[in-house]
């Protein structure tokens, strides 16, 4: 008899898909969007990802060494938060802007409530709430070839025209990762085909939005109008990035798809009626806020009682 | 005609290729020694019927059954009562069991009386198979006959024979199907006799294309039964997901098959009945897939009850290199064995050896929220949420999600990133919660 030989309860086997593996996977799908913004908007963008990520790794290193806990920066969520940190900071913001948001983020946000799967809030966009609020005039100013320039959507808040084509490129000014449609669509098929996030929640998102804003705006429904305010504000990003954290969006099916809507109907009014002409970054995490509830009234009925068809 | 299915459940790694070729082959005892478990079924274990020193033949009742719900225990060589006294299960406790000194001669004794099966009464039926033993074979062991005695015959519409075997690695029904096919057909038709509004459904996994072949033709002059194609996909075989996929009736943890008029069981079981009733032979073989990466040929192997694992591995050439796992039944739901001195019962699949332990390899984590669970599951429970209320032992808030309608199926742990360990903290509530039931009962 083998003296290795192990017991344990059944099953004896497991699928390959990890934590670490999901992650990594949701690294590769923003590569696209992180490439184009570096591209587009110079060495500052590199700077400001690189240092995110960073930090955001250290942050929760020095956290458990601190705290004496199992250290958790190989399952890799981190390097995502601090990603997704930078690609929502403005191209010319501050690396110690990046120093505090991705501290904020990981620390206050994620930590501070227990660490991986505990936090109620998105990390990288309570953390980009709070550098919008402390540091307003940075965060909003965007600047595009050399010269600070109005977003498309506050372009169109003041009746200017708006170029449909350069907005699905990424010709525009805007955050690091959210000018460019095209590449992050191409980062959200991947997640989709993948199995790593559930269509429903995107698209939930983006009807419920489309929906509110041809039956509210003073636009109506003016197809460029809707496919501008689709394509601008970090709208896809938050969709497919950022709305689809499995630790704050709903574990139910049908949670998935009322979470999209209330982010959906959320973007649409900050958008329609406040005084700032975006509001994706609030409409996720106020609807993470709902999520338990949400959780609540929609547990499945199981096979035999009315869940089995 | 679109494979029939449920819904959740697992793709896994099939491993059957290692076997599926492989011809059912006889196995003699190699150990001097067998041991009956008296407890191999679900119910009262049985009461040994013979004193130490007694000479038995293959084929004798060695211990009866205690109650209705209880199955007798037969002797599957002819040899000397060596003891009655508790030995190692596959389950890892001491089982009290009968022990018999093999003399090789195996003298059979007489075989149970049958007359031909148009001259009995349901009644008489039921009673051999009762005679001879059967339970279960699909690894529950639930006595045959008490599953065959409903309380309205009447309303049974179905008689379901599981051949999906959707448990990775295992062949022994697959290779039944190919080798024997019309002893499975003939059992099946055995049964249907007791339920005369019943139709007879063989249903099979579609990664057996031979086999829904062979039942196919063999079913052709068969109005009552039809051959119904699964998808291939685990828990396929699971009675609750099995009787769903073939007539889309549901039933929950509070009713039997027979409250949805359906009766199933599994192929092992329905040749047993066969060879019972036609034969008057009782239940006291049985196939066993011996297979994994830690095993040197892997088989299927007809063997007697009360052989010893270890003489199964040691006629499958041994272990090549040193095997970090070792499991009786199926990688789902089979249990780990940490001796393999323990004998074949009348449910034993397969004896499974691993080099590398999956579950050892992956260190639990946190609960990352992302569903994989909830979608897997095919009890269409959250099992995450309900591995936390079990960690937090709040048996109301349990019962409330539905924990009790968790089949142990093991999908849960299986899809999971973070590794947890969801099925077994449920099956651990689940435990509490019967136990205390039926302590304020």
């Known amino acids: ?11 004896h086997v497991r699928s390959n898909m990890s934590t670490s593996r999901i992650m990594f996977f949701v690294i590769i799908a923003l590569l696209p969007a992180t490439l184009y913004g570096i591209y587009q908007f110079g060495f500052n963008s590199a700077l400001l990802v690189a240092v995110c990520v960073a930090v955001c790794v250290i942050s929760e290193l020095v956290y458990e060494k601190l705290m004496r806990a199992p250290v958790t920066i190989g399952d890799l969520s981190a390097v995502v938060t601090g990603l997704l940190l930078a690609l929502n900071l403005p191209p010319n913001a501050t690396w110690w802007m990046a120093v505090i948001g991705s501290v904020f983020a990981i620390i206050v946000v994620k930590m501070l409530f227990g660490g991986i799967g505990q936090n109620f809030m998105n990390p990288a966009l309570a953390a980009r709430c709070f550098l919008v609020i402390s540091f307003t005039a940075r965060m909003n100013n965007f600047v595009y070839d050399g010269v600070t320039k109005a977003t498309p959507l506050a372009s169109i808040r003041e009746g200017n025209p708006v170029d449909l084509l350069d907005m699905f490129i990424g010709r525009i000014p805007g955050t690091i990762g959210e000018v460019s449609t095209v590449a992050l669509l191409a980062g959200a098929v991947f997640l989709i085909i993948t199995g790593v996030i559930d269509f429903r929640i995107p698209c939930a998102y983006l009807v419920s939005f489309v929906l509110f804003m041809g039956l509210f705006s003073q636009s109506g429904w003016s197809i460029p109008y809707l496919v501008a305010q689709v394509c601008g504000g970090g709208l896809i990003l938050g969709a497919f990035f950022m709305a689809t954290d499995y630790v704050t969006s709903p574990i139910t099916k049908t949670g998935r798809v009322i979470f999209g809507v209330c982010c959906g109907l959320l973007t649409g009014m900050f958008r329609v009626f406040s005084s700032s002409p975006e509001g994706v970054s609030y409409a996720i995490i106020i609807s993470n806020l709902l999520v338990p509830l949400i959780e609540r009234i929609t547990v499945p009925k199981c096979f035999g009682k009315g869940g089995e068809n | 005609m679109p ?25 003699l005892p190699i150990s001097s020694e067998l041991v009956y478990p008296l407890s191999q079924h679900i119910g009262a274990p049985a009461v040994p019927i013979v004193n130490v020193g007694d000479r038995v033949l293959r084929g004798q009742k060695i211990a009866e059954a205690n109650g209705f719900v209880s199955a007798h225990v037969y002797s599957s060589v002819s040899g000397t009562v060596k003891s ?51 339970i279960g074979m699909g690894g529950a062991g639930f ?19 599981n051949c999906a075997e959707c448990e990775p690695y295992l062949t022994s029904d697959y290779r039944r199907m190919l080798e024997e096919p019309e002893k499975l057909v003939a059992g099946l038709k055995i049964i249907l006799c007791l339920f005369e509004h019943a139709k007879g459904i063989l249903a099979v996994e579609d990664n057996k294309p031979d086999c829904i072949r062979i039942l196919k033709d063999l079913c052709i002059n068969e109005p009552r039964i039809s051959v119904k194609v699964l998808k291939t996909k685990y828990p396929q075989g699971s009675e609750r997901q099995l009787i769903y996929a073939t007539c889309q009736r ?15 069981n599994n192929v092992d079981t329905i040749v047993a009945v066969y060879h019972a009733v036609i034969e008057g032979r009782p239940l006291m073989e049985r196939i066993v897939t011996v297979t994994g990466d830690a095993i040197r040929y892997p088989q299927n192997y007809r063997v007697y009850t009360g052989t010893c694992y270890a003489d ?8 090549k290199g040193n095997p970090e796992k070792i499991i009786s039944g ?14 074949v019962t009348k449910s034993s699949s397969a004896i499974l050896a691993f080099l590398k332990d999956d579950v050892s390899d992956s260190k639990a984590s946190a609960c990352i929220n992302c569903g994989r669970c909830v979608d897997a599951c095919p009890s269409r429970l959250i099992p995450s949420r309900l591995a936390d209320i079990a960690e937090h032992y709040d048996e109301e808030k349990f019962v409330a999600l539905n924990g009790m309608e968790c089949v142990e199926c093991g999908c849960c742990s299986y899809i999971c990133p973070a590794k947890r360990h969801l099925t077994q903290e449920i099956k651990m509530m689940r435990q509490t919660v019967l136990a205390n039931r039926r302590k304020n009962k």
């Not at chain 1, 003296?3 to 344990?8: A, I, Y």
């Not at chain 2, 031909?116 to 009464?121: F, K, Q, R, V």
């Not at chain 2, 006595?143 to 024979?161: D, E, F, Q, R, W």
């Not at chain 2, 039933?251 to 359906?262: F, Q, R, T, V, Y």
């Open chain 2, 3 to 27: 494979s029939l299915t449920f819904k959740g459940g697992i793709h896994t790694y099939e491993g059957k290729d290692l076997t599926k070729d492989k011809k059912i082959t006889d196995l």
């Open chain 2, 250 to 264: 549901a039933i929950n943890s509070s009713m039997l098959p027979a409250d949805a008029g359906c009766i199933v």
């Open chain 2, 312 to 319: 199964l591995i040691e006629a499958a050439g041994g272990f």
């Open chain 1, 1 to 11: 008899m083998s003296e290795n030989v192990k017991v344990s309860a059944s099953p």
């Open chain 2, 330 to 343: 199926g990688p789902m739901m089979g249990f780990a064995l940490y001796d393999t001195h323990v004998p």
């Open chain 2, 143 to 161: 006595p045959t006959h008490v599953k065959l005695s409903p309380k309205n015959p009447g309303k049974i519409h179905y008689v379901i024979a």
């Open chain 2, 84 to 134: 009655i006294e508790k030995r190692l299960n596959v389950q890892g406790k001491m089982a009290e069991s009968i022990v018999i000194e093999n003399d090789e001669a195996y003298e059979e004794g007489l075989p149970i009386p049958v007359k031909p099966i148009s001259e009995m009464t349901k009644e008489e039926v039921i009673g051999i198979i009762r005679e001879a033993g059967i």
